[in-house]
């Protein structure tokens, strides 16, 4: 059997509990009130006016919502894999849903296996993968595709070739983070759209390389430096990934989270304290993508350390408005006294655990110091029932929907689990256009 024939045969022969359907009901509603939320931003809108340019398909969709659901960094996160399963196999199966009209469940299934199949390949792609590639978007059509393979009830033999067509599209390199550019955003959508097409091929016949994934010419000899193939196999027993998927309390790039947190914890014992000096200790990859003094714009300010830190000391609160110009130019002197290293323990319990540990000293020599194990919303720290949806309300509610209509949303994807009817959830974003 090849890879991807015995992840999809161990996927398809799994149960899916009462308990798994409530929690992918969660995750649910955290892509779809991220992608309500991205519609409101510059960015968003653009991509509302490339929608409306090209047709209302389902891979339009998929991309579109893909895309959305990515801008505002307050989608999911699956840690081993290092990857946002929501923001590529939430659109999928939203889009085919509004397009065929299928069951809750049968959504809220697909939703299952799709983030299965994509944190399973995101987990054995190695460490290496990262330093260059993206592995939402190149983990994530393998998602996507799982998750409408399901929808669209393909055989097992069809599911390995929609793996396979979307092994093929899988791309997505972290230039972007340079200059600050949009792509991104795209990486999600994309990711999205690629494995809605290679589960349609995968139904009309088109058949995709059944080694894609270890194939001599497949995704680990192009990709992978140093793959983990075995981290592909699902142990007895084991749970579903959706619980090991974390949600983010800040919309920042994840590898922040622990040093916002810290951060947040000082701040309230600064009182009138001026910080003189600010040391993060953290790992590796977050200093890789995010040892940044200097953002010259929104999007690097959610991927610098050194600005999360600073305007959590500042403001002790960080929110969707926390990395704007105004933002920016209130902590620009405080990041300048911040100082990021890799350390110990965190060096080396990444990426089982995200840790850091940050320390203030001041100008009266007070020394503050606050660490971190694992994130506010890792299994470990779960967020609260209450705590998802008032994420997703405050979410809701900023890209213009009423108290009552984000409430309704809310209530509408928490009603699946036990709904025995269809619910077409895809948003309305014609009047954004407009």
């Known amino acids: 059997m090849s890879l991807s024939e015995t992840l999809v045969s161990q996927i398809q022969a799994r149960e899916i509990t009462d308990e798994d359907l409530h929690q992918a009901a969660l995750l649910l509603l955290d892509a779809l009130a991220s992608a309500y939320a991205g519609s409101q931003t ?89 330093r260059v590639w993206h592995n939402t978007a190149t983990c994530g059509p393998f998602g996507s595709a799982m998750a409408a393979a399901d929808l669209l009830d393909l055989d097992q033999a069809q599911t390995v070739d929609a793996l396979g ?28 759209e690629a494995g809605l097409l290679a589960a349609e091929l995968a139904q009309h016949g088109i058949t995709g390389a059944q080694t894609i994934l270890e194939g001599e010419k497949g995704f680990y000899a192009g990709l992978c430096p140093d793959p983990e193939p075995l981290k592909l196999a699902i142990k007895p027993n084991e749970d579903w990934q959706i619980h090991q998927t974390s949600i983010k309390p800040w919309p920042s790039c994840r590898h922040t989270h622990p ?55 500042s403001r002790g609160q960080v929110d969707l408005g926390s990395f704007d110009q105004t933002a920016r130019d209130e902590v620009s002197g405080l990041c300048s006294k911040v100082t990021v290293s890799c350390e110990e323990p965190y060096r080396s319990n ?57 409430t309704a949303v809310c209530d509408s994807v928490m009603a699946m689990p036990k709904s025995t009817g269809h619910t077409s959830l895809y948003p309305d974003f014609s009047v954004s256009v407009a």
């Open 42 to 130: 510059e960015v968003g809108k653009k991509l509302l006016g490339w929608a409306v340019s090209n047709g209302d398909s389902a891979r339009t969709k998929a991309l579109l919502l893909g895309s959305l659901t990515h801008i505002t960094e307050t989608d999911d996160l699956h840690r081993a894999s290092v990857t946002h399963p929501g923001c590529v196999v939430v659109p999928t199966i939203l889009a085919l849903a509004n397009q065929h009209g299928f069951s809750d469940k049968a959504v809220l299934e697909a939703l299952i296996k799709g983030f299965e199949a994509v944190c399973r390949v995101g987990m054995s792609v190695g460490p290496e993968h990262y």
């Open 165 to 192: 067509n979307a092994g093929t599209q899988s791309s997505g390199l972290w230039e972007f983070l340079e200059s600050g550019a949009m792509s991104k955003h795209i990486h999600a959508g994309r990711g999205s």
């Open 259 to 313: 040093t916002i947190d810290a951060s947040l914890e000082i701040q309230s014992q600064l009182g009138n304290s001026v910080p003189s000096s600010i040391t993060v200790e953290t790992y590796q990859s977050a200093l890789a993508l995010c040892d940044r003094e200097s953002a010259v714009n929104e999007y690097q300010a959610k991927f610098s350390l050194q600005h999360c830190s600073a305007i959590a000391l």
């Open 350 to 406: 990444y990426p089982k655990s995200w840790g850091a540990k940050v320390t203030v000293e001041t100008e009266d020599n007070r020394v503050l110091t606050a660490q971190r194990t694992d994130c506010k919303g890792d299994p470990e720290l779960r967020l609260s029932d209450e705590e998802m949806i008032a994420k997703a309300m405050g979410l809701l509610q900023f890209s213009g929907l009423d108290q009552a209509q984000a």
